[in-house]
């Protein structure tokens, strides 16, 4: 649970400075410098209106008609710049935070992309919901500190601004104690609103605290039932032939259940918070005008005085009770920042993270495995001692029994798993991975044969052929049409896509996982014809099961049961 303490200032400061040092530090500090002058100015102009708080209510006093207009116009005047003021603070705040969110955000998404960081976060199951960490939470972060630090800093220049005038306005009062004698206090209404927002900072702390946890739950219940919507509209028509809507239900009525709770009891303790905090500013009306009364009537100041006193008292409790006003502003930017900062740390560990099976090129091509142990996330073994030679151009088929490890020892070559020890070398330069189900993205036919490469050098004519060579043929006139063609496209064609693909990209080393199961057997040695009449061929290694694919490769790796069923 996230608490207010140095490392929480160290983590504000470090996700904080990096954009303030970046290659768009120009236009961050050109526009925080004119936050900072503009919040200024505005301190300056309260300064102003509380001059002429004064002078205006003294003209009413002493029937001063021709000084009351002149005030009223000075007023209309003040209304114009102070307006213009506010709406040009706006803009370059409001600019400052997309700028610095756009640059925060890309930033995040590089991360999270650069070396497998999104699988491995999701391997591990130790970073919840990325997605909400890059679009929320880095919205409502730029948001919140913008907010909570120009608040800060015109509470501080307000502050010692007006503490000066209440003190030089209200004087020292003398309170008489009886057979004790009597006691001075000087700028007694500065003292008092002091004490005032002291008392309210305390009270609000105490009460709000429940509040970060609560909103850092929130924000990630809320999370997870997205994204059980996200995955029931992903999975709807497997949900749909399953008929398993009411499972879906419970599951989504238990998700909500959680966002629910929580948020009553989020809900509970704002119910305290706003009882404080508006019973707070409340009493704050009239305890200044009990502070200037004595003054009052023994007519030492004049009622203008008093207006001014007034404002001024509130000026200075309001500066000091921003912690009391910003309380749910604060406790949502700490669970924010938890979120953000526990993304960083993990996005840089598996930056600097060296996995324990080493890739390596392999100068004399082909693919070599020596000595390979692959364990699983847990620690537990699942294959130990792998060997595997396979020479450049030739194939290789991996059978076995489900569980074996067959996907995994893929996943190991491709770089993905790093849970084991041992030496992978491979010639490949460019590589293709196809899997039993291929990611088709939402794009036109064309960019989705092409993925993930976009080279605008492939001719027309050389798609339409591959898509006619995988019997296709009838998609040609659709190359430009976008669809959610993982949904249109049956597995079986999804597969004859990924074919097309290997036609076209022409990877020098090949792995299919199961990547024709959806076919029929001469579909199958059909497609594996086709790569091997590719002019230069590339080394295939396959996964499956069917014992029609031996005939289709040159040799065959019979994996066995895994360490763990041996156990
Ligand atoms: N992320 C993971 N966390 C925990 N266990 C995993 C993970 N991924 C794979 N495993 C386990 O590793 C074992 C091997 O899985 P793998 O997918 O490699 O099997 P396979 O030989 O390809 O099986 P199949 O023929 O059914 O596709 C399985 O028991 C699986 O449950």
Redesign the pocket.
């Known amino acids: 649970m996230p608490k207010i303490n140095a490392r929480f200032f160290r983590d504000a400061w470090e996700l904080t400075r990096p954009y303030w040092t970046s290659e768009e530090r120009r236009r961050a500090w050109l526009l925080s410098i004119g936050i900072v002058v503009l919040n200024l100015f505005q301190v300056y102009l309260t300064v102003w209106l509380n001059q002429w708080y004064g002078t205006f209510y003294n003209a009413l006093q002493d029937y001063d008609r021709a000084l009351f207009f002149r005030e009223l116009w000075m007023f209309c005047g003040f209304a114009i710049v102070y307006l213009s003021t506010a709406l040009l603070t706006f803009y370059i705040t409001q600019m400052l935070q997309i700028s610095w969110r756009r640059w925060l955000t890309g930033r995040y998404i590089t991360r999270w992309l650069a070396n497998n960081a999104y699988y491995r976060m999701q ?1 591990a199951g130790d970073t919840d919901n990325p997605d909400q960490r890059i679009a929320d939470d880095l919205r409502l972060f730029t948001d919140q500190v913008l907010n909570l630090s120009v608040g800060l800093l015109s509470s501080v220049v307000t502050f010692f601004s007006f503490i000066f005038i209440l003190w030089t306005l209200s004087g020292p009062l003398t309170v008489p104690l009886g057979a004790l004698g009597s006691i001075t206090i000087p700028g007694y209404a500065a003292i008092g609103a002091i004490l005032y927002a002291a008392i309210g900072t305390w009270a609000t702390v105490r009460i709000g605290r429940p509040l970060i946890g609560l909103t850092f739950n929130q924000q990630r219940f809320e999370a997870d039932f997205r994204y059980s919507l996200v995955r029931l509209r992903e999975n709807s028509e497997s949900i749909a032939f399953y008929k398993g809507e009411p499972h879906e239900t419970h599951v989504l009525d238990m998700r909500f259940s959680n966002v629910f709770a929580n948020f009553i009891a989020l809900l509970k303790r704002r119910m305290q918070l706003i009882i404080m905090t508006s019973g707070y500013s409340q009493i704050a009306i009239i305890v200044p005008y009990l502070v200037a009364a004595p003054k009052y009537f023994g007519k030492a100041i004049q009622f203008g005085g008093v207006q001014q006193i007034a404002n001024s008292f509130d000026q200075v409790q309001t500066s000091l009770s921003f912690i009391v006003n910003s309380y749910s502003d604060i406790a949502e930017l700490q669970a924010v920042m938890s979120r953000l900062t526990q993304f960083e740390h993990r996005a840089r560990e598996l930056e600097s993270f060296k996995p324990s099976i080493e890739v390596e090129p392999e100068p004399g091509g082909g693919l070599t495995i020596v000595g390979l142990d692959l364990d ?3 620690g537990a073994p ?1 294959r130990a001692g792998l060997h595997l030679d396979v020479p450049p151009s030739s194939s290789l088929l991996i059978m ?12 190991a070559i491709s770089g993905l798993w790093p849970f084991g020890h041992g030496r992978i070398a491979t010639s490949a330069k460019h590589p293709l991975f196809l899997p039993q189900k291929p990611y088709i993205p939402l794009c036109t036919l064309r960019d989705a044969m092409l993925y993930p490469y976009r080279p605008a050098e492939v001719q027309d004519a050389e798609v339409a052929a591959s898509l006619k060579a995988v019997g296709l043929e009838r998609l040609t006139a659709e190359l430009d049409a976008e669809d959610n063609w993982a949904q249109r496209l049956s597995v079986g064609e999804q597969q004859r896509l990924a074919f097309a693909r290997v036609l076209i990209q022409k990877p020098d080393m090949i792995f299919l ?2 990547a024709t199961a959806a076919l029929d057997e001469a579909s199958e040695a059909e497609l594996y014809r086709l790569i091997e009449a590719m002019p230069e061929k590339p080394t295939i290694v396959s ?1 499956g ?1 069917r014992s029609t694919l031996k005939s289709l490769h040159d040799t065959v790796f019979e ?1 066995g049961e ?1 360490a ?1 069923a041996l156990a």
Request: charged content about 15%.
């Open positions: 391997l699983l996330p847990n699942l076995g029994p489900t569980g074996a490890g067959k996907s995994t020892l893929l996943r996982d199961e996964v099961h994996m895994p763990a």
